[in-house]
């Protein structure tokens, strides 16, 4: 894994707080890694991730992007956890790389610059999904790809939203069945 071990440290460290946070709701650290992965396959520049939370899933973009030479744009509404990753992705020697913004991401969206080569769509209420990816979709690069997590987690409540991707004909979407499960949908 191309990880440096300055970072790594504040991975492991996240990774064994969850255990004693009721509000972290990261992904599981084998999602992490694939999409880690992801982001070389797809020499990513732009990453959106909406629902940083405390920078878990932020801290394997941005150290895809520190190599690829890009940028991650991370949303979250919580101005705790808009401080709290913030710290995370500077001790993690990524402070560079990352731009924490504080809002809703239906506000948020709209303004961050494209082309986007990769969005991660992780907020709390996943009936939102749909509305996430309508405003990151039209910055979204051909080729580029939409992850939505939680479909083997919440999979009642992502159900017309993969209904919804798996429809389009500008479109071709799969399910990874890994971590928490994630909806793949790569623009054509
Ligand atoms: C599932 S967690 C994100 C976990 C993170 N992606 C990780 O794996 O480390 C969801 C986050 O979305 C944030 N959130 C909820 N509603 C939001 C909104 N409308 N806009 C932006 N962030 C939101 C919450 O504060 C929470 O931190």
Redesign the pocket.
């Known amino acids: 894994m191309h990880i440096d071990k300055q970072t790594l440290s504040v991975i492991d460290e ?1 990774d064994e707080l969850r255990k004693t946070r009721d ?5 599981p650290r084998i ?2 890694e694939l999409l880690h992965q992801f982001a070389f396959a797809c020499n990513a520049k732009v990453i959106v ?11 394997f973009w941005a150290a895809a992007l520190k190599r690829t030479g890009g940028t991650l744009h ?5 101005e705790k ?1 808009f401080h709290a ?1 913030q710290a995370n992705f500077r001790r993690a020697g990524l402070g560079d790389i990352v731009v924490n ?1 504080l ?6 969206l709209p303004t961050l610059p494209g082309p986007v080569d990769i969005a ?1 769509l ?4 996943k009936k ?1 999904s749909q509305r ?1 990816f309508e405003l990151v979709w039209p910055a979204l690069r051909r080729g580029g790809s939409v992850f939505t ?2 479909t083997q987690t919440h999979p009642d409540e992502l159900a017309d939203y993969m209904k919804f991707a798996r429809s389009r004909p500008d479109a071709l979407s799969t399910e990874i069945p890994v971590g928490n499960g994630v909806e793949w949908t790569v623009k054509l």
Request: proline share 0%.
């Open positions: 996240l509000d972290a709701w990261q992904i999602e992490g991730e909406v629902g940083t939370s405390y920078g878990f899933s932020g801290l991370t949303i979250d509404i919580s956890k990753s913004h809002g809703d991401a239906v506000a948020v991660f992780d907020g709390i209420d939102q996430y997590d939680n």
